[in-house]
């Protein structure tokens, strides 16, 4: 069975720019989440979707934004670039028709986004 | 707002040695996950608690969770170079009916040969 999968792998960017990553689940898996991770603030929950419904949302400006396709990939979108916003970003599915924090979550191997 | 800690923060241990990690949260829950990291990968899934006094063992790590007292600890035995690495808790916001996981600052574990 095929693990998540996150394109791109790298991604360099400049301030101002916007950027989109992409996270495909493991087959049959209808819960996707996002996570950013920085040295200083680790591991941080960004949202959650199921279902293509973002069920829940983390402490993050409206920059942040995400969305969920009716074949369970996800995207998620970083307007007006932050140097800040450079971190690894990390997306997890859950099992199939199960919730995130109810059973366990599979990591993809992430995005590395540097902000110039 | 469920919180996350875990002590020590870093932990330098010597080949054979025992050593036993923390991780304590704020708010109820019954959803502990403990993860690994290793420099520049992803995170990989140790193990899922899911009930007060689970216990779980793989090789020389075992964890155990205690709802009531919101602790969960990750214990080493006899450490060997391999399992350098992060080891990060995370716990089940059970205010969102566990949709949304929270983790905690991860131990950078070093073990010295």
């Known amino acids: 069975k095929a693990g998540v999968t996150q394109t791109p792998r790298y991604l360099i960017k400049t301030r101002g720019q916007q950027v989109t990553l992409s996270c495909s689940p493991i087959?049959?898996?209808?819960?996707v989440s996002w996570y950013q991770q920085t040295p200083g603030q680790g591991l941080q929950f960004l949202f959650e979707y199921f279902s293509e419904t973002q069920r829940n949302k983390g402490n993050f400006p409206g920059r942040f934004s995400g969305r969920q396709f009716s074949n369970s990939r996800s995207e998620m979108n970083v307007s007006t670039l932050e140097l800040g916003d450079s971190a690894l970003y990390l997306c997890?599915?859950?099992?199939?028709?199960?919730?995130?924090?109810?059973?366990?979550?599979?990591f993809g191997p992430g995005t590395r986004l540097t902000v110039l | 707002e469920l919180k996350v800690e875990q002590n020590p923060l870093f932990l330098s241990m010597q080949e054979g040695k025992n050593y036993t990690i923390y991780c304590n949260y704020s708010t109820t829950s019954d959803r502990l996950y403990w993860y690994r990291q290793d420099p520049g990968k992803s995170l990989e899934s140790l193990f899922v608690?899911?009930?007060?006094?689970a216990v779980k063992q793989e090789g020389r790590l075992m964890a155990s969770l205690d709802t009531k007292a919101r602790l969960s600890t990750l214990h080493i035995t006899a450490a060997v170079h391999d399992l350098s690495a992060t080891y990060f808790c995370?716990?089940?916001?059970?205010?969102?009916?566990?949709?949304?996981?929270?983790f905690g600052p991860g131990t950078s574990l070093s073990v010295i040969p």
């Open positions: 087959s049959g898996h209808r819960s």
């Open positions: 608690l899911l009930s007060n006094g």
């Open positions: 997890a599915s859950g099992l199939a028709g199960g919730r995130v924090g109810f059973n366990e979550q599979f």
């Open positions: 995370a716990v089940g916001d059970r205010g969102t009916s566990y949709d949304k996981v929270i």
